[in-house]
């Protein structure tokens, strides 16, 4: 008979981003039923779930109280940055680990979270490496106004200028502001090469679907690019995404709506089942335990220094309402801090005076 391991799964079901949290709890809860159906491991996930309805102040309090009040240990979710580092103090006074399944701006590296998802140095800087020579040199960053969009319009702008481009624009909504009418006059008047859209949830298909309007009256080509819009948005976009190229780990491979963040917290799930597999009673490991002290033959994607997985780097295209790939490139290491940020500049031809 196989042992039974709470987990818990802090998600949202409402709110600003609530099409990739529902997405997010779909993929955890469907790693769960395959787990527990699996005849590969001696143990089954019972599942305890919390709602924070979309509200940042709701994290932290619910993360303490799955903690406090249950067996789990481990916890899977969250969507925002925001609710990921409210969590993180939880996570320690309680000696719990939250599996992240998302892309992040990086700079974090907590022993209480695992990063299954891609952070910058495998999604922004290839997308930006690959469109500066493919689209032309002058960028526009739009994105919400709080961590997320901060970080990659900081690291855009790096990128850019170290490629020669340059930065004709840079402007934030607040997370759930759906009017850009000031920015998208501003894109009118300055057109761009490249759009680097960084909004989440109900700002993000707002924006698309006001651009759209745009292109329709003026025929102007906008580019966008992104490196959190995946499959699940599509719909909710009003077919303002079209055209959108996307960076990420993972892409449909048919006409699924799950994308990227589903496909990872699926994955996050069977992480988790084989570091416990065998070996009794290790739920109440730390993370860096788990990952040192795991048996022969187990191997994890997360690097046992700063618990990031090596992913592939993807750039696809949404064409007729889905993702299709351009570009495929072999998994990374990640690199949270980005220290290796100048050696893997693309190479720059050298200029030589002649007489």
């Known amino acids: 008979m196989k042992r039974s391991i709470d987990i818990?799964?802090?998600?949202?079901?409402?709110?600003?981003y609530a099409a990739l949290s529902v997405i997010s709890r779909a993929g955890l809860l469907r790693g769960v039923a395959e787990v527990n159906a699996s005849?590969?491991?001696d143990l089954c996930f019972r599942v305890c779930g919390r709602d924070p309805e979309g509200r940042t102040d709701r994290y932290a309090p619910l993360c303490r109280?799955?903690?406090r009040e249950t067996g789990a240990r481990h916890i899977f979710g969250c969507v925002t940055s925001s609710s990921r580092k409210e969590v993180i103090p939880e996570l320690e006074r309680f000696d719990g680990v939250l599996w992240y399944p998302v892309p992040y701006e990086g700079f974090e590296a907590s022993?209480?979270?695992?990063?299954?998802?891609?952070?910058?140095?495998?999604?922004l800087l290839p997308l930006l490496d690959w469109a500066?020579?493919?689209l032309g040199r002058r960028g526009y960053l739009v994105g919400s106004n709080y961590i997320w969009g901060w970080e990659i319009a900081q690291i855009a702008r790096e990128?850019?200028?170290s490629l020669g481009g340059e930065v004709a624009g840079d402007r934030y909504l607040a997370l759930g502001d759906c009017d850009s009418s000031h920015i998208i006059d501003e894109i009118a008047a300055l057109?761009?090469?490249?759009?680097?859209?960084?909004?989440?949830?109900?700002s993000d298909y707002a924006f698309l679907s006001q651009l759209r309007d745009l292109r329709d009256r003026t025929g102007a080509r906008l580019q966008v690019l992104s490196c959190n819009f995946t499959e699940c948005e599509i719909e909710s976009s009003q077919a303002g995404a079209e055209g959108l190229i996307a960076a990420g780990p993972w892409f449909e491979p048919g006409e699924g709506r799950g994308g990227s963040i589903a496909e990872m917290a699926r994955r996050a799930v069977h992480e988790l089942a084989r570091l416990l597999h065998g070996r009794p009673g290790a739920e109440r490991l730390s993370l860096a335990e788990l990952l040192r002290d795991a048996p022969g033959g187990t191997?994890?994607?997360l690097d046992p220094t700063h618990f990031h997985a090596a992913q592939p780097v993807v750039i696809a295209q949404i064409r007729d309402g889905r993702f299709h790939e351009i570009l495929r490139q072999p998994p990374r290491a990640a690199d949270p801090y980005l220290t290796a940020r100048d050696r893997d500049l693309p190479p720059v031809p050298v200029l030589r005076v002649v007489s």
């Open 299 to 301: 191997r994890s994607r």
């Open 65 to 67: 109280e799955i903690l």
């Open 8 to 16: 818990g799964i802090l998600q949202s079901q409402s709110g600003n």
């Open 159 to 161: 990128r850019i200028a």
């Open 132 to 134: 500066l020579p493919a």
């Open 191 to 202: 057109q761009p090469d490249f759009i680097l859209n960084s909004l989440v949830g109900e």
């Open 39 to 41: 005849p590969d491991y």
């Open 111 to 123: 022993e209480r979270v695992a990063y299954l998802h891609s952070c910058p140095n495998q999604h």
